[in-house]
């Protein structure tokens, strides 16, 4: 597993220091700089190259009405991504980064016309999952499949040259699966963490936490301990497939920015199982699914944005990007005070 390079940090911790500016005047900004430097090749690191990956799976939990949405919106949704019409598409174009979609588990028929939009990846390895009240979301074998995939991703990422990594969720009643992992992995109760999702009433909501509650259950009870024990038990095959690109990106060296709350529920899987992965995490934003708070602070994480967003599919991460590439270009093209020969205080 890579780590940090803090000597890296160090260094453009000095070269900040250096630049025409009171000494942390530009806030975090700075931090970010010195964030990415260490996790470059350089004190003070080019453009990045951002690679957006949106991991796509249908949920049996959809059966007990936990969705304001039916499951073929999934299916429907990955047409959506590869004709170019999602928000996605809209902000990846935006900001310059790449877009594909892994079709790794949806259940419903769909037709996805080439358009302008992500390139598709169909390796599913169900057709959705298990009904998690009443019985495990995936097999053993499926969780590590759904999880390959992901890590994959990531390898393919290294290959193609990408120096920062965004995944991106689609899937009809993920926050349910998300919630449920949260709950298992914090032992925070389902109450604090259950949100509306897709937009459900309030009624729906305390429904959608007995559902919650009864997988728990059930989970604990089939003998869930680790954490990809809890990611078989009641996961996603997306959410499998994110836990291994965030551990294909940590292996491979390239920073993550995590985007919305399914995708920080995978990161919690993902270092849960190998710590190491949290050094090479950011977070784009907390968005309003309720307990996104929670799951960033049990990875120690604090967002960049908070604007009130619950749509997934990375664009939060998106929206973020040309906060960072401004960072970035602060630290590598500001003068010093040598170079513009003004003064430094004493």
């Given at each position: 597993?890579?780590?940090?390079?803090q000597?890296?940090a160090?260094?453009?911790l000095?070269?900040q220091s250096?630049?025409?500016?009171p000494?942390g005047?530009?806030g975090?900004?700075e931090e970010?700089?010195v964030?990415?430097a260490?996790?470059s090749?350089s004190a003070?690191?080019g453009?990045?190259q951002?690679?957006?990956?949106?991991?796509?799976a249908?949920?049996?939990?959809v059966?007990?009405g936990?969705s304001a949405f039916?499951?073929?919106?999934?299916?429907?949704m990955v047409?959506?991504?590869?004709?170019?019409?999602a928000a996605?598409?809209?902000l990846?174009?935006e900001?310059g980064?790449?877009?594909?979609?892994?079709?790794?588990g949806?259940?419903?028929?769909?037709t996805?016309?080439?358009g302008?939009g992500?390139?598709?990846?169909?390796v599913?390895?169900?057709?959705?999952?298990?009904?998690?009240?009443?019985e495990?979301?995936?097999?053993e074998?499926?969780c590590?499949?759904a999880?390959?995939?992901g890590?994959?991703?990531?390898?393919?990422?290294?290959?193609?040259?990408?120096?920062?990594?965004?995944?991106g969720?689609?899937?009809?009643?993920n926050?349910?699966?998300?919630?449920a992992?949260?709950?298992?992995l914090?032992d925070i109760?389902p109450?604090?963490?259950?949100?509306?999702g897709?937009?459900i009433?309030?009624?729906?909501?305390?429904?959608k936490?007995?559902?919650v509650k009864d997988?728990?259950v059930?989970?604990r009870?089939?003998?869930?301990?680790?954490?990809k024990?809890?990611?078989?038990?009641?996961?996603?095959?997306?959410i499998a497939?994110?836990a291994g690109?965030?551990?294909?990106?940590?292996?491979?060296?390239?920073?993550?920015?995590?985007?919305?709350f399914?995708t920080?529920?995978?990161?919690?899987v993902?270092?849960?199982?190998q710590?190491?992965?949290?050094?090479?995490l950011?977070?784009s934003?907390?968005?309003?699914e309720k307990?996104?708070r929670?799951?960033?602070a049990?990875l120690?994480l604090?967002?960049?944005?908070a604007?009130?967003?619950?749509?997934?599919?990375?664009?939060g991460?998106a929206l973020?990007?040309?906060?960072?590439?401004?960072a970035l270009?602060?630290?590598r093209?500001?003068?010093t005070?040598s170079?513009?020969?003004?003064?430094?205080k004493?």
């Amino acid at each position: 597993m890579s780590t940090p390079n803090q000597a890296l940090a160090i260094a453009a911790l000095n070269h900040q220091s250096n630049l025409t500016k009171p000494q942390g005047s530009l806030g975090k900004l700075e931090e970010l700089a010195v964030w990415f430097a260490a996790r470059s090749n350089s004190a003070i690191p080019g453009r990045l190259q951002p690679a957006i990956v949106v991991f796509a799976a249908d949920h049996g939990v959809v059966a007990e009405g936990v969705s304001a949405f039916p499951k073929e919106v999934t299916g429907q949704m990955v047409a959506n991504f590869v004709g170019g019409g999602a928000a996605i598409n809209v902000l990846a174009r935006e900001v310059g980064a790449s877009l594909s979609v892994v079709d790794v588990g949806v259940a419903s028929s769909y037709t996805a016309v080439t358009g302008c939009g992500a390139q598709l990846f169909r390796v599913p390895v169900r057709a959705g999952t298990g009904n998690l009240r009443i019985e495990p979301a995936m097999s053993e074998q499926e969780c590590h499949k759904a999880w390959s995939i992901g890590l994959g991703s990531a390898q393919e990422g290294l290959i193609r040259g990408k120096t920062l990594l965004i995944g991106g969720e689609m899937g009809i009643a993920n926050t349910t699966s998300a919630a449920a992992l949260i709950c298992a992995l914090t032992d925070i109760e389902p109450e604090e963490i259950v949100g509306l999702g897709t937009g459900i009433s309030a009624a729906s909501r305390e429904h959608k936490v007995q559902v919650v509650k009864d997988s728990l259950v059930r989970a604990r009870a089939a003998g869930a301990v680790s954490a990809k024990d809890w990611l078989m038990q009641v996961g996603g095959l997306e959410i499998a497939a994110l836990a291994g690109f965030y551990t294909g990106a940590a292996e491979a060296g390239i920073p993550v920015l995590l985007d919305g709350f399914i995708t920080t529920a995978a990161a919690l899987v993902a270092v849960k199982n190998q710590p190491q992965v949290a050094d090479w995490l950011l977070a784009s934003h907390v968005s309003d699914e309720k307990g996104h708070r929670h799951a960033l602070a049990a990875l120690q994480l604090e967002p960049l944005l908070a604007l009130g967003l619950r749509l997934g599919e990375a664009s939060g991460a998106a929206l973020t990007l040309p906060l960072i590439q401004s960072a970035l270009a602060l630290h590598r093209e500001m003068a010093t005070f040598s170079s513009a020969g003004i003064a430094n205080k004493e």
